[in-house]
């Protein structure tokens, strides 16, 4: 069984949602999020990744299948008197479970698109979110584990056939599991409590071919995540694949990540004790993971936790250079000394110079309702192509709603805001989202703005208060007014 690392230790990690009858529209939001909580059942070990691409092929290509299947029984129930309301919710409810429980047990690409949207679930209508939010929460904590032999095999072949001389012991039963590894609790020759990184057998081919193929649903998964499109979001993943693929990066940029953080007061990166192509070993971190506090936390926890949230965004380019890729909560714990912990550095953007400092200076500009400057800055940046004519007072009417988080010295993160914004920026119908239209994305923003977007997803789920403004002010190139 494999477990996730709580507040007070080790607890069991449940990750196969299973359709029951308490998921009816007919609850309420907050009791159809305890039925889905319940829904879950533990899951049998699986001997690795479904590697055949027939076979995962045929996965997701069911998916579509599926949601037909259900969208014609609904139509039969809607034929039978049932409220049209409640049989929509009924199929979205029914369809993220399918969703979510074929993309856990796939793990590789599918499993990684999960985490990838499950940063957005704040921005969903609450009757829509509610019934499934358990599921995207599981999805960034947890997936069927690898049986002991198998991972035996891939420690006796990266580490050598003498592995088991290197710890003092080793946890077969794994502590955490992700897309395309699982971690495991062990006791490193010196003494030292260590967390053992594993990557799944069949990792690579499996993650791009999930990638490929879910590019080819993504009218499905949009129907989930209304405004958000998600054909780039595959492309930039797949873009990330190799560098992921390779444990031997991920270890050079957390040695960065830890020798700019080390001896902080608010941010701590574990040491990275040894490592190979597809076997990390890292100092072990406990803590409780920003899923945990996005679910029960206190408001304190919720407030201390999106400060350093939003601290450790700004800080990295400037710190370290880099910037960390994956800000899904279950890559962050809050620490018994109040600290902020930062895991998985797979994913990262390389800013050797820091922050782009446009970005700054746009933002003070438009706060500074200098919509002439706000414009010309985006052009030279290539957001507004030289071709395009864009109205500038339209344009800065575009921004600043974006802009209320820094635009004061207190601000609270809510998911009405932030589904506001989705609303304003992808109702077709609505003037920001026809300028938006005209605007383009630079590639040497591309990742940057997934970061960012990614982010605010997690600290509308906390919901927490923090001065943002102080945070960009510090550490944002461009953003504080020129001495």
């Given at each position: 069984m494999a477990t996730k690392v709580g507040p007070n230790g080790a607890e069991p990690a449940r990750s196969t949602l299973v359709t029951t009858a308490g998921t009816g529209a007919n609850r309420t939001p907050a009791a159809r999020e305890r039925a889905v909580r319940r829904s879950y059942r533990h899951t049998e070990p699986v001997s690795d990744i479904p590697r055949r691409a027939v076979t995962r092929s045929a996965k997701l290509a069911g998916l579509p299948l599926g949601v037909a299947g259900r969208a014609t029984i609904g139509f039969g129930k809607r034929l039978g008197g049932r409220p049209a309301e409640l049989v929509a919710a009924e199929l979205q409810a029914r369809t993220a479970e399918q969703l979510f429980q074929v993309l856990g047990q796939l793990k590789g690409g599918a499993m990684k698109m999960g985490q990838a949207l499950s940063v957005f679930e704040a921005a969903l209508p609450e009757e829509v979110a509610a019934p499934y939010r358990a599921a995207l929460t599981k999805l960034q904590e947890a997936a069927p584990p690898l049986p002991a032999t198998t991972v035996h095999a891939v420690l006796a072949k990266e580490l050598g056939a003498d592995w088991r001389t290197q710890f003092t012991s080793f946890n077969d039963t794994p502590a955490a599991a992700a897309s395309i590894g699982q971690v495991h609790r062990a006791v490193w020759g010196d003494g030292r409590e260590v967390a053992v990184k594993i990557q799944y057998p069949g990792a690579g081919p499996a993650l791009?071919?999930?990638?490929?193929?879910?590019?080819?649903?993504?009218?499905?998964?949009?129907?989930?995540?209304?405004?958000?499109?998600?054909?780039?979001?595959?492309?930039?993943?797949?873009?990330?694949?190799?560098?992921?693929?390779?444990?031997?990066?991920?270890?050079?940029?957390?040695?960065?990540?830890?020798?700019?953080?080390?001896?902080?007061?608010?941010?701590?990166?574990?040491?990275?004790?040894?490592?190979?192509?597809?076997?990390?070993?890292?100092?072990?971190?406990?803590?409780?993971?920003?899923?945990?506090?996005?679910?029960?936390?206190?408001?304190?926890?919720?407030?201390?936790?999106?400060?350093?949230?939003?601290?450790?965004?700004?800080?990295?380019?400037?710190?370290?250079?880099?910037?960390?890729?994956?800000?899904?909560?279950?890559?962050?714990?809050?620490?018994?000394?109040?600290?902020?912990?930062?895991?998985?550095?797979?994913?990262?953007?390389?800013?050797?110079?820091?922050?782009?400092?446009?970005?700054?200076?746009?933002?003070?500009?438009?706060?500074?309702?200098?919509?002439?400057?706000?414009?010309?800055?985006?052009?030279?940046?290539?957001?507004?192509?030289?071709?395009?004519?864009?109205?500038?007072?339209?344009?800065?009417?575009?921004?600043?709603?974006?802009?209320?988080?820094?635009?004061?010295?207190?601000?609270?993160?809510?998911?009405?805001?932030?589904?506001?914004?989705?609303?304003?920026?992808?109702?077709?119908?609505?003037?920001?989202?026809?300028?938006?239209?005209?605007?383009?994305?630079?590639?040497?923003?591309?990742?940057?703005?997934?970061?960012?977007?990614g982010t605010i997803g997690v600290l509308c789920q906390l919901g927490g208060e923090a001065d943002y403004r102080r945070e960009m002010e510090r550490w944002q190139p461009g953003f504080a007014e020129p001495k």
């Open positions: 791009l071919g999930d990638l490929k193929q879910l590019s080819r649903l993504a009218r499905m998964f949009s129907s989930l995540t209304p405004g958000l499109d998600i054909k780039p979001l595959l492309a930039e993943l797949e873009k990330r694949v190799a560098e992921e693929l390779d444990y031997r990066l991920e270890a050079q940029a957390q040695r960065t990540f830890a020798a700019a953080y080390e001896g902080d007061d608010e941010i701590r990166v574990p040491v990275v004790v040894t490592g190979s192509e597809r076997v990390l070993v890292t100092e072990w971190m406990e803590g409780v993971p920003l899923s945990r506090i996005i679910a029960d936390g206190t408001q304190e926890e919720r407030d201390r936790a999106s400060l350093l949230l939003a601290r450790f965004l700004f800080s990295g380019p400037v710190l370290a250079g880099l910037l960390h890729a994956d800000p899904h909560p279950g890559n962050f714990r809050l620490l018994p000394d109040g600290r902020l912990g930062v895991i998985d550095f797979g994913a990262v953007d390389r800013l050797p110079d820091g922050a782009p400092e446009p970005i700054g200076r746009v933002a003070r500009f438009a706060l500074a309702g200098e919509a002439e400057q706000v414009l010309q800055v985006l052009r030279d940046e290539g957001f507004v192509k030289g071709s395009v004519e864009v109205d500038a007072q339209a344009l800065l009417d575009y921004l600043l709603p974006l802009l209320e988080p820094v635009a004061t010295h207190r601000f609270r993160f809510s998911r009405p805001w932030l589904r506001t914004q989705a609303m304003r920026l992808g109702d077709p119908r609505s003037p920001a989202a026809q300028l938006g239209r005209q605007l383009n994305l630079p590639p040497s923003y591309l990742l940057i703005h997934r970061v960012t977007m």
